[in-house]
């Protein structure tokens, strides 16, 4: 059974940081991605973050430069470190990982369909 649990969502001020973690059980470690999604009051889901098992990162452009994904795989956890946090990163933020363990090249999953597995989510508050 993959459980993803993820933790460390609060209220914060505008230009504060928060860390996310994704704590993973099973075999979620092996998958080729892991990503961070999140939704807004309102708004559709949309993609964060991927890190590839290879350790290669993407992010939406909303968030380059102040967003940091990472894993720590003995720790079988995930993290999305967040800085100069705005009032519109408030959402409800997701950790996702794929089933497949193939490997994809350079591929960006990016799309929340393509995942496999979720957590249950974590409210990030924004304050202006």
């Known amino acids: 059974q993959v459980q993803l649990v993820e933790s460390g969502g609060g209220l914060v001020q505008a230009g504060g940081s928060l860390r996310l973690s994704c704590a993973a059980s099973?075999?979620?470690?092996?998958?080729?991605?892991m990503g961070w999604f999140r939704r807004a009051p309102g708004k559709e889901r949309e993609f964060v973050a991927t890190?590839?098992?290879?350790?290669?990162?993407y992010y939406t452009d909303s968030v380059k430069g102040r967003f940091t994904i990472s894993r720590d795989n003995a720790k079988n956890t995930v993290y999305l470190h967040m800085n100069s946090l705005k009032p519109e990163d408030t959402a409800v933020y997701y950790c996702?990982?794929?089933?497949?363990?193939?490997?994809?090249?350079?591929?960006?999953?990016?799309?929340?369909?393509?995942?496999?597995?979720w957590g249950q989510g974590t409210q990030v508050t924004v304050s202006s």
């Open positions: 890190i590839r098992r290879s350790g290669s990162t």
């Open positions: 099973g075999r979620t470690f092996s998958s080729d991605a």
């Open positions: 996702a990982a794929l089933k497949s363990t193939i490997y994809r090249g350079s591929y960006r999953y990016t799309q929340g369909s393509e995942y496999d597995y």
